[in-house]
């Protein structure tokens, strides 16, 4: 056991030495491992960003359906019935034409002049049904459901969910879409360079060090005695480069703070992701020290076995 120790012991101290040693050399591997853990800490911050403000927009955003007076009770329940079986329906809410009136007025509570107009008719305003959907992107299905012949039937008016309303929706869901998108093809594609870098910094360093290698491994060394300091080696770039990713982060965010607190870009809410980055730096941090040893560890893996072809010397 205390051999074993030992020699972990040693893997341990050769891997921080070659890091010393080859410090131009993982100067570049890191340059490029922190970018990448970088995008990757910002895509995580700008989902949840969208993510909150695409659950405050659901939250606002409902699908109407305007009864017709001739309406009657039992077909109303049974309506109200199949839209709440729908799976993309959170809730339903039902007003009458008298709670239609009170929540037009309370809408329309600085217009005096419309609220004069209704005032002098018979109320209007027809019976409603308001459906709050679980995800905008699984409307369809309650348009859908709206716009079949026989619901169309029991209207006055097209639902809500139509025109320019449909549009906007049409467009928040397809940009988030796109953006989630982007975001991992981003990260895809720099974790794909990290490891190649790293991969090509490591051949280096094998390159430098085989004639040091061959006497290791005449000297009866083992494949992972001289595989392990390559990994230690490249496990230190992910930790520096994990740190280095998330302090960067951190003083964007506490160099803007202060012009940043009342700052959005469309769907992205600057103060939010501030606060979410704040909120969750500990969290964040572990999965950057996790995803940098990782990408570091296989990079070095990878290059050790394929340039490392040690067998270990018969006793």
Do not use: C
């Amino acid at each position: 056991m205390n051999r074993k120790f030992i020699t972990f012991g040693r893997i341990i101290r050769t891997g921080m030495v070659n890091f010393v040693r080859n410090a131009w050399l993982a100067i570049a591997a890191m340059a490029i491992m922190i970018v990448t853990l970088s995008i990757i800490l910002f895509s995580v911050i700008v989902n949840a960003t969208f993510n909150n403000t695409v659950a405050q927009i659901t939250n606002k955003m409902d699908v109407s359906i305007y009864l017709k007076d001739s309406v009657t009770q039992d077909q109303t329940n049974k309506l109200i019935k199949d839209i709440k079986a729908l799976p993309s329906v959170q809730s339903v809410a039902y007003l009458n034409k008298e709670q239609a009136l009170k929540a037009y007025e309370q809408q329309n509570a600085g217009n005096q002049q419309l609220l004069q107009a209704i005032n002098e008719t018979d109320n209007p305003l027809p019976a409603t049904i308001r459906i709050k959907p679980t995800d905008l992107n699984q409307i369809d299905q309650i348009r859908h459901y709206v716009e079949k012949p026989q619901i169309a039937g029991l209207q006055s008016d097209p639902a809500s969910d139509s025109g320019d309303r449909r549009e906007a929706i049409n467009k928040i869901t397809h940009a988030t879409n796109i953006l989630r998108r982007a975001g991992v093809i981003a990260v895809v594609v720099f974790a794909t360079i990290s490891v190649l870098i790293i991969f090509n910094t490591i051949q280096m360093a094998i390159f430098n060090r085989r004639d040091e290698l061959q006497i290791m491994r005449l000297l009866g060394a083992s494949t992972g005695f001289i595989r392990g300091p390559f990994v230690v080696e490249s496990i230190i770039y992910g930790i520096l480069s994990a740190i280095a990713s998330i302090l960067i982060i951190n003083a964007i965010f506490v160099t803007a703070s202060s012009s940043l607190q009342a700052t959005s870009f469309g769907l992205l809410d600057i103060s939010y992701s501030q606060s979410y980055f704040e909120g969750n730096y500990w969290k964040l941090l572990g999965i950057q020290l996790v995803l940098g040893i990782l990408i570091g560890a296989a990079s070095s893996v990878i290059a050790t076995r394929r340039y490392l072809k040690f067998k270990t010397p018969k006793k």
